[in-house]
């Protein structure tokens, strides 16, 4: 599945398709509320999973579930993207600072 902004909205849309059984599960694992459908509130799932997910943990768990994406035609999350660019920028940034010339031309004074 996909953890966007409506999270909590489509897990109550999928516990009414699914029945009285998967409500109450969804509802006991994830703390839903009435207002999760009706107001559309935006999970914190994100935030913890950016919290606790490092730019290495976040390649790793990408390469074992790229088949689902592709499978299932899904877009990486924003938050994913994000954090992969800004260790990129990072590592260009590092690497930048840290170049050092190969070899210094000795002056003839």
């Not at 999270?7 to 839903?32: I, P, Q, S, W, Y």
């Not at 035609?73 to 994913?80: G, M, R, T």
């Amino acid at each position: 599945g996909f953890m966007g902004k409506d999270f909590n909205a489509d897990l109550v849309t999928m516990g009414k398709r699914c029945g009285a059984e998967m409500m109450r599960a969804l509802n006991f694992t994830f703390h839903l509320g009435p207002r999760s459908a009706r107001k559309r509130t935006e999970t914190s799932a994100v935030n913890k999973v950016e919290e606790f997910y490092t730019p290495a943990i976040l390649r790793k768990v990408l390469q074992y579930t790229a088949i689902d994406y592709m499978t299932l035609n899904l877009s990486i999350p924003e938050w994913a993207e994000r954090m992969l660019q800004d260790e990129e920028e990072e590592n260009k940034n590092l690497s930048r600072k840290n170049k050092r010339p190969l070899f210094t031309v000795a002056s003839n004074r």
